[in-house]
């Protein structure tokens, strides 16, 4: 969706992807501290807050991350009806610098909106503010040769090659990585995707230069 088609989705009452969390979000929920207290995870690209509702119903500290306000309106919203708080931030991931080391950095269908130019700067500033040992979870779209474009892919996409996501994490250790090709009807056109999920640990030494 363009900009301004998600904001008038986003603006209606009802959840344009609904509230339960994401495959990944369940898949990252297997790696994350048993005990979150004290723990900050946060969400990248989190549209209507359901990925980010659902780690802080399990006691993180949650920070959500989007471009559109009307998303973030809704996660609010959401947070309340759960009976949980999260923080939520308006910005571009593009641009985005995180403004304290977080324990888990997590993304589901987001990254690829980074575009190329900027994405080892990015991903290198998201890890840099990582705590030793913390955690990253990452879902994004690839280009695939038995894949064709989705019909509602938007000029800010930019699909990842099939080995560049997890490229981007040497030196970390890999948790759970895979390619994955889904059926998917948004924008009411039935078609596929071919993504990414790839959930890594950063190193538990922490590197010379890295922020505390």
């Known amino acids: 969706m363009e900009y301004e088609e998600r904001e008038e989705v986003y603006g209606r009452d009802e959840y344009y992807w609904g509230t339960e969390p994401t495959g990944l979000a369940k898949t990252a929920e297997q ?24 780690f802080a119903e399990r006691g ?3 920070s959500a991350v989007d471009v559109s306000p009307a998303g973030l309106t809704k996660a609010n ?30 993304s589901c269908g987001a990254v690829q909106f980074i575009r190329p130019a900027v994405r080892a700067r990015q991903f290198e500033r998201f890890q840099r503010m990582t705590t030793p040992g913390g955690l990253h979870a990452m879902f994004a779209f690839v280009d695939h040769p038995d894949v064709p474009p989705a019909p509602d892919t938007t000029e800010d996409q930019f699909p990842f090659g099939r080995d560049e996501l997890q490229n981007y994490y ?27 999920v790839h959930i890594a640990r950063a190193p538990v030494s922490p590197a010379t230069d890295r922020i505390e």
């Open 60 to 62: 993180f500290d949650v």
């Open 31 to 54: 790696y994350v501290p048993d005990d979150p207290e004290g723990k900050r995870l946060i969400d990248i690209g989190a549209g209507e807050g359901r990925d980010a509702v659902f």
């Open 77 to 106: 919203r959401l947070a309340e009806e759960r009976g949980v708080t999260i923080t939520t931030i308006e910005a571009d991931a593009n641009e985005f610098e995180f403004s304290e080391p977080m324990d888990i950095v997590f």
């Open 170 to 196: 040497e030196g970390w250790e890999p948790l759970h990585s895979e390619e994955v090709i889904f059926d998917d009807d948004s924008g009411g056109i039935p078609h596929q995707h071919a993504a990414r």
